[in-house]
């Protein structure tokens, strides 16, 4: 039985036929099959830590917020003030940010990020061109960033 503590954020995949959500205080990103109802973890140890990886030999910190996209998922790892992005096949990277806090432009884990706690409900968008749309109301801040699927 799949136990979940503090669940903050949710997206439904519709090409999964799954709803994808941010279990908070387990530090980890979870998948729930409508069809079955099988619950199942997607990525995340467990262990409150910022760790690229593949499924759940990665780590997050308090992830907050999801978007999942043509079988993309997208976190607010809030804990680790990073946007992180989980592939098709579990592969998981961070996209922006990275253990410090701040609000700074740049590449990856130049740029810096902070309160990721309001952003689950403001990403906004995975448009045509791989671009994420997301925004951070408490800090009246936006961002549109590039990211790769290869």
Known sequence: MSRFSNICGVSFDRDVGAI???DTNNHRIRK???RTREASTVAGTGVAELR???GTASS???PEGVVASKRWIFVCDTGNHALRCVSPDGVVSTVA??????LRDGFGAQALLQRLGQVGAALVHVDAHARLLAGWPACDTCACMQWSRD
Request: charged letters at 15%.
């Open 32 to 34: 729930i099959l409508i």
């Open 20 to 22: 994808i959500c941010a």
């Open 52 to 54: 690229d990886g593949i």
């Open 60 to 62: 997050f910190s308090r």
């Open 97 to 102: 940010g990275g253990e410090s806090a701040g």
